[in-house]
C-alpha cells in the first residue's frame, strides 16, 4: 500500500495535522464566527473598514482586523490602500473569494436546519431518497 493511504483507512483512524490535510487549514479559518459573515457582506460591493463594521454590529475592531488581514493573506479579499488622509483602505472579493462564496452558497440549507437529524444523510430532510423507504 502506498505510503500515507493507510492513514486515511476508516478502520485506522489517525489525527491528521492540518499541514497533512490543507482543508483543515481552511475549515478552520473559515469557520471563525466572522468570515463567513464578513464574505457575505463584501458579496458583490466594496466597502471601507468604517462601512463593515458599521455593518456587522457586535465585531470589536480588533477581530475585524484581524478576519480582514487573514482573508487577504489567504487572496480571498483585495485591500486597495486610499492616498489621502486620512488613510483608507477599500476591500472586495477577489476571485477566489467568489469562489469560496459559492462552497459556502452550498451550506445555506443546512444553516436553515434546527435541530440535527438523528438518522443521518439517508434522512428525506436531505434531499437523499432512501431505496427502501415507500
Known sequence: M?????????DAPT???P????VEEWLHFLGHRWSA??????AGETLRYTELAERL???SPKVLTERLSGMVKYGLVIRT??????RQADYRLSDRGLAVMLILDGFRPLGRLREPVASGPTD???GVSDASSP
Open 2 to 10: 502506498a505510503a500515507g493511504v493507510d492513514r486515511l483507512r476508516p
Open 15 to 17: 489525527v491528521l495535522h
Open 19 to 22: 499541514s497533512d490535510y490543507p
Open 37 to 42: 459573515v464578513l464574505l457575505w457582506r463584501l
Open 57 to 59: 454590529p457586535g465585531i
Open 81 to 86: 490602500a486610499g492616498t489621502g488622509f486620512p
Open 124 to 126: 428525506p430532510s436531505w
